[in-house]
């Protein structure tokens, strides 16, 4: 089992940046395949982006979030910017227990608390 923990939430405006942060403890972080995923007030939680060895992206957020990692500190990272009011929802860190990539929520394995990300207009 790995343990999660988000961070770099907060409020912004439209078109403003943010940088989330998970770190990860437990499992061997560099054989964890990760991913976020968000869940909006009244919807269900959805994959926003995820990194095996490169990233991969939800056509929602594609070019304007990147996903990256950092084995050294064990840290998953999403730089989001051009931030829109759609783009307010709860963000999720999660791993899987295989290096394999997946948009599918009900294959990650391990997750985070969520740190809260709003977008004023």
């Known amino acids: 089992q790995v343990q999660l923990v988000e961070s770099g939430g907060g409020l912004v405006q439209a078109g403003g940046s943010l940088r989330l942060s998970c770190t990860a403890s437990?499992?061997?972080?560099?054989?964890?395949?990760m991913g976020w995923f968000r869940q909006a007030p009244g919807k269900e939680r959805e994959f926003v982006a995820g990194?095996?060895?490169?990233?991969y992206y939800a056509d929602s957020v594609k070019g304007r979030f990147t996903i990256s990692r950092d084995s050294a500190k064990n840290t998953v990272y999403l730089q989001m910017n051009s931030l829109k009011p759609e783009d307010t929802a709860t963000y999720y860190c999660?791993?899987?227990?295989?290096?394999?990539?997946?948009?599918?929520?009900?294959?990650?394995?391990?997750w985070g608390q969520g740190t809260q990300v709003t977008v004023s207009s």
């Open positions: 999660a791993a899987r227990r295989v290096m394999l990539s997946s948009r599918d929520e009900g294959e990650y394995d391990d």
């Open positions: 437990g499992r061997t972080f560099s054989r964890s395949a």
């Open positions: 990194i095996v060895w490169s990233g």
